[in-house]
């Protein structure tokens, strides 16, 4: 269910602080529409030198961005929040230090036209062995938009007999 969230930063936001709060807006969103439903909101930021990078706002930004990202170490962060339907909650906070390769100007315009690539914080998705990458450290999965082993440990605090 996508969530009307509106995905903006707070001016002096840390980068942990908009994932969690952009990720719980989602989930308690997505969670009055789905009052019996375990619901599950991530929100994923890019940062790189001091800037927090969301979603672009056009296909120029993407290219500015992008650009930027091929040509400095940044850092991914996702935040998750959990709902349950008895109304518990938990939320936590994943992500990985990058390096990507360095792309050559019409090859990050190629990149930006794929689907997909400007309704991504960062304008790429991690792929597995994705050769754009050279170094990632840390959760592989928050970079993706999910952190998975973040994930499975809220679910096994709700539920720890199965």
């Known amino acids: 269910v996508s969530p009307c969230v509106d995905e903006c930063v707070r001016p002096g936001e840390t980068v942990g602080a908009a994932a969690l709060r952009l990720a719980e807006a989602k989930a308690r969103d997505v969670g009055r529409r789905r009052p019996a439903g375990l619901v599950i909101g991530a ?21 500015r961005i992008l650009t ?24 936590a906070c994943s992500g990985a230090r990058l390096r990507m390769r360095r792309m050559g100007q019409e090859e990050i315009e190629r990149y930006v036209d794929t689907p997909g690539a400007l309704d991504r914080a960062g304008v790429y998705a991690l792929q597995e062995d994705d050769p754009n990458v050279e170094v990632l450290v840390g959760s592989p999965s928050a970079v993706m938009g ?14 720890p007999q199965g």
């Open 43 to 63: 929100d994923t930021l890019v940062v790189c030198d001091a800037e927090i990078m969301g979603k672009p706002v056009d296909r120029r930004d993407a290219i």
């Open 68 to 91: 930027r990202l091929t040509r400095r170490p940044h850092r991914v962060v996702t935040g998750v929040f959990v709902l349950a339907p008895d109304g518990r909650t938990a939320a």
């Open 146 to 159: 999910l952190p998975v082993e973040a994930l499975c440990r809220i679910l096994r605090e709700f539920y």
